[in-house]
């Protein structure tokens, strides 16, 4: 399968527990993103990496949320502290941007959803 | 970015042809619309992306008219395994690309 994997699928914590994250995107993109995703609401942005950078970061993305793409291939989200309102579906996303196409769209994997008791 | 709007839900039968119109007045001349589709516990999948009039694909038609203040997403005689949620985004094809989904349309076929 050469589409995005994350890892795990599932994960259930307690509240105050740190809990990480991982995305393998397509191997030849070089950017990649992350969302959250609520029950019922559509995917809302976190952050963006092009290569190993992390270019862009919403509002959302509390000083309890790390971001990490150390060598610009695989990248981990990292929860510190975590809260019950940080429930969510966690989605990776990556997108070629070395084609030179305008229409290079972004390739979602199954998400992390993380649930926090 | 400008500010899609589209129904939240429709309902269809097998076999029908479903359209899904959005709206998008404030579309700015670089914007490009863009249709992902969202099953259950699964990521957003991208169906298709047109900058004005006409893109047809294996999937989907986009339908979008000259003024491209809208358009329309043309799925063909539809099964229950199209039953999901469409979102309509505009997109600038930047290198950031920022993607901002609304609440989407849920969309539920019946036998």
């Known amino acids: 399968d050469t589409g995005v994997s994350q890892n795990p699928r599932h994960k259930i914590t307690k509240r105050g527990q740190n809990v990480t994250f991982r995305c393998d995107p397509i191997?030849?993109?070089?950017?990649l993103y992350w969302y959250r995703q609520t029950l019922g609401q559509g995917p809302e942005f976190l952050t963006y990496f092009q290569n190993e950078a992390q270019l862009e970061k919403s509002r959302l993305l509390s000083d309890r949320f790390s971001a990490e793409r150390p060598k610009g291939s695989f990248s981990t989200l990292e929860i510190q502290r975590t809260e019950q309102g940080d429930s969510a579906m966690y989605l990776c996303?990556?997108?070629?941007?070395?084609?030179?196409?305008?229409?290079?769209?972004?390739?979602f994997g199954p998400g992390t959803r993380l649930t926090v008791l | 970015l400008a500010k899609t709007t589209q129904p939240i839900s429709m309902d269809s039968y097998e076999g029908q042809e479903v359209n899904i119109t959005c709206s998008h007045n404030n579309i700015a001349t670089n914007d490009y619309i863009t249709w992902y589709q969202q099953f259950p516990s699964q990521g957003p999948r991208f169906i298709i992306q047109g900058y004005k009039t006409k893109v047809t694909n294996e999937v989907a038609s986009l339908f979008i008219p000259a003024d491209r203040k809208s358009s329309t997403l043309s799925l063909p005689r539809v099964s229950l395994s199209d039953t999901a949620v469409y979102y309509c985004l505009v997109v600038i094809n930047t290198g950031f690309q920022k993607l901002v989904f609304g609440t989407g349309t849920r969309l539920l076929v019946s036998p």
């Open positions: 191997s030849e993109h070089n950017r």
């Open positions: 996303a990556s997108r070629d941007g070395l084609a030179g196409k305008p229409t290079d769209t972004q390739y």
